[in-house]
């Protein structure tokens, strides 16, 4: 992705999962946003965006972070969100015996007393695969990556839902089902 790209693709975050309102946009309970509404607003707050644009940026999303609904008129994040006015119906699944959670070392002691929190977000964000556990973890400094008994904890209770992305989300992760 080009940096243009890369810094629409921020903006998009910003706007379809944490602050909908800094732009006056809407989003519905499943997170989706008109399209024509979207370039609106945002241009209103300074982004020239269009069409092909977004639509580029959605395919091209590394992580695929956005969709487009079926009919084309709307998008949304797929996850990651922190607006309470969104509440995606995730699809609960049973989760694989192990999955991965890749944080930075400065905050270990933290989460070895208190689990892993959603922090500000919805959920607490898991992966399948250690390697972008580390990536993750890499944006707030030295990596570690964190092993979690995803099925026991399951087995306990404790609901995984997965994103259209593949990402694991679930709403806390108590200090027990944590492996180093
Ligand atoms: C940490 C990106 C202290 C947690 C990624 C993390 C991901 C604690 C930070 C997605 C803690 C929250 C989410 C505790 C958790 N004490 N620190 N008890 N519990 N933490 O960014 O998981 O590129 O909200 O380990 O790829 O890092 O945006 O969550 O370091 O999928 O699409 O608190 O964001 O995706 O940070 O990242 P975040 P995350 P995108």
Redesign the pocket.
């Known amino acids: 992705m080009n940096k243009k790209s890369s810094e629409i693709s921020k903006f998009l ?1 910003y706007v379809l ?1 944490h602050e909908p309102q800094a732009i006056g946009l809407l989003l519905d309970r499943e997170g989706w946003a008109v399209i024509s509404e979207l370039i609106v607003q945002a241009k209103q707050a300074g982004q020239n965006l269009n069409d092909t644009l977004i639509r580029e940026i959605v395919i091209n999303s590394d ?1 695929k ?1 956005f969709a487009i609904s079926e009919d084309g008129l709307r998008i949304r994040a797929v ?2 969100h922190s607006t309470n006015t969104v509440a995606i119906a995730h699809a609960e699944k049973i989760p694989p015996e192990f999955l991965y ?4 070392t400065r ?1 270990l002691d ?2 070895l ?9 919805q959920y ?2 898991l ?1 399948e695969d250690m390697e ?1 556990a580390t ?3 890499q ?2 400094g030295k990596p570690v990556v964190l092993k979690i008994e995803a099925l026991r904890m399951h087995q306990q209770g404790l609901k995984f839902f997965q994103a259209e992305n593949g ?1 694991w989300l679930t709403k806390q992760v108590p200090f027990r089902y944590i492996q180093r």
């Open positions: 975050s999962r992580k972070r996850q990651g959670h890749g944080t930075a905050f933290s989460i007393r208190e689990g892993l929190k959603p922090g500000s977000r607490v964000h992966s972008v990536a993750v973890g944006r707030y990402v």
